[in-house]
């Protein structure tokens, strides 16, 4: 009787002891969840914010060097001069028809003199202004308007670039750049979980993106500034806000990441279950498997198991890596990897050069063949770069239709040799089961000291200028 009353008590203190044993693992679960879920909420607001924001003051950046480019052509500054002339206008019309469908943001380029304002040249219907006048290019490089919505309502922004002739703004080359082709390519119609959108609004508390439905949803531009003096996120009604601030051009742009709260909850919850149960799941099968295998365990593993054992793990592992660092179509190294392998030879003092190399008019490939056949002509293209560098050298898919090769211990006169020789075996090769002739424009740069950004940065600019002076040639 005694001992069964013993037997009852200690069972019952175990019970209880489990129990609070239980309580503290839920408690202590439940609040590192609540930490996960916060950390992962700002983590993906920020990492969203960068990735958009770095996309946008880079497509800044090219949309100016572009107006720059058409500003200083020859027929630009000639119909500037004298814009009553027809055959200048007729000349530099062609032009801008021709340079206008390289761009992706750019949806209408115009050139304006200002001895004749009211009638001018476009590459649409869409009607453009001179917005500054001469003496703002005293002090200024270009012109940046407010963002606005157009009479197609599409949000929009100005950019103006003086056409400067012997050293006098004669007109200005106007771009109106859109954020809808932007949108589409990088926001629009993402989903973060089931309820989150990302928005970036400018300094007014215009939508100009978001990866809703409603792209012209108002928000409280002045709560948004005073959750960035906290850590980031605000709480409003049912929904959590992160928000970031970043100047873009001397503008400020508010990065807006909403999440509702029944989302956060949900998600707490299911992670909690997740955790519990895999806990539940892994003392269990740990014990099951224990009992069964415990007295045959030292059979199992034996030295030739071993060894096979860690022959495959070390295979995989290799091929692992293979895939992450390879362009999965053309087998030669993607675009994260090349930029890590450009910052590594870098470092170096060894004199360094690179090739960004752009297939000539490839979308037309894709349109009158197919993707298939486009495809095709990029794996060919890559073998042909192959085997046309050194064992030291390294050649990757840029992005596209562009590649990049790093070329070590090379200057920039032994690299032009290079590049002629690649240009002129594309030229000269038959590609694909349609025997298809094409050409392909390189651009040079060789690195001063340089960030890797920067020297591709100078081989882009040589790249477009070579397709701007006609394609099939090589600039450096």
């Known amino acids: 009787m005694l001992q069964s009353k013993r037997i009852r008590n200690f069972a019952r203190m175990q019970f209880f002891l489990t129990l609070a044993v ?73 032009y801008l028809q021709g340079v206008a469908q390289d761009v992706e943001d750019i949806f209408s380029v115009a050139i304006i003199s200002y001895e004749q304002q009211d009638k001018y040249l476009r590459s ?34 100005y950019l103006q670039m003086p056409i400067r002739v012997e050293g006098l703004v004669k007109g200005v080359v106007s771009l109106k ?53 906290e850590d980031g996120i605000a709480s409003v009604d049912d929904c959590f806000f992160y928000v970031e601030i ?97 910052d590594e030879v870098l470092v170096s003092d060894r ?14 490939i894709n349109d009158e063949y197919g993707h298939p056949i486009g495809d095709q002509v990029l794996i060919e293209v890559s073998e042909l770069l192959l085997d046309s560098i050194r064992n030291e050298d390294s050649v ?5 239709e562009e590649f990049m090769i790093i070329l070590r211990d090379t200057n920039l006169d032994i690299a032009y040799k290079v590049a002629e020789r690649i240009r002129l075996d594309i030229m000269n090769k038959a590609f694909s089961e349609k025997t298809l002739n094409i050409t392909a424009s390189i651009g040079l740069a060789q690195c001063y000291g340089e960030s890797s950004l920067d020297l591709i940065k100078q081989a882009d600019k040589k790249l477009y200028e070579a397709k701007e002076s006609g394609r099939n040639q090589t600039k450096k």
């Open 22 to 94: 239980l309580s503290v693992f839920a408690v202590s679960v439940y609040r590192m969840n609540g930490q996960m879920l916060r950390k992962n909420f700002i983590d993906v607001g920020r990492s969203q914010s960068e990735f958009v924001y770095n996309i946008a003051n880079n497509g800044l950046q090219r949309n100016i060097e572009f107006g720059n480019i058409v500003a200083r052509n020859n027929l630009v500054q000639t119909y500037a001069k004298n814009p009553d002339d027809s055959w200048n206008a007729n000349y530099a019309f062609d």
């Open 124 to 157: 649409d219907e869409e009607n453009h202004f001179i917005l500054e006048d001469v003496r703002y290019y005293d002090t200024k490089a270009y012109y940046r308007g407010d963002h606005t919505v157009n009479d197609r309502e599409r949000k929009i922004y």
């Open 177 to 229: 750049v859109s954020y809808k082709e932007f949108g589409d390519r990088f926001i629009n119609g993402n989903r973060y979980q089931k309820t989150g959108e990302f928005s970036v609004l400018d300094e007014a508390g215009l939508t100009l993106l978001s990866s809703g439905t409603d792209s012209d949803i108002e928000y409280d531009v002045d709560l948004l500034r005073e959750a960035t003096k």
């Open 246 to 342: 970043r100047e873009l051009d001397e503008e400020e742009m508010i990065f807006v990441y909403k999440q509702e709260k029944s989302e956060i909850f949900r998600l707490r919850t299911q992670m909690i279950y997740q955790i519990m149960f895999a806990f539940i799941g892994i003392i269990v099968i740990y014990a099951v498997l224990s009992l069964i295998f415990s007295s045959y365990y030292k059979y199992m593993i034996s030295a030739d198991a071993q060894v096979v054992l860690e022959e495959t793990v070390e295979a995989e592992t290799k091929d692992l890596r293979k895939k992450v660092r390879l362009d999965s179509l053309t087998e030669i190294y993607n675009h994260a990897f090349l930029i890590e392998l450009l």
């Open 351 to 364: 004199i360094v050069t690179i090739m960004m190399l752009d297939i000539d008019f490839f979308k037309k």
């Open 396 to 400: 990757g898919r840029y992005g596209g």
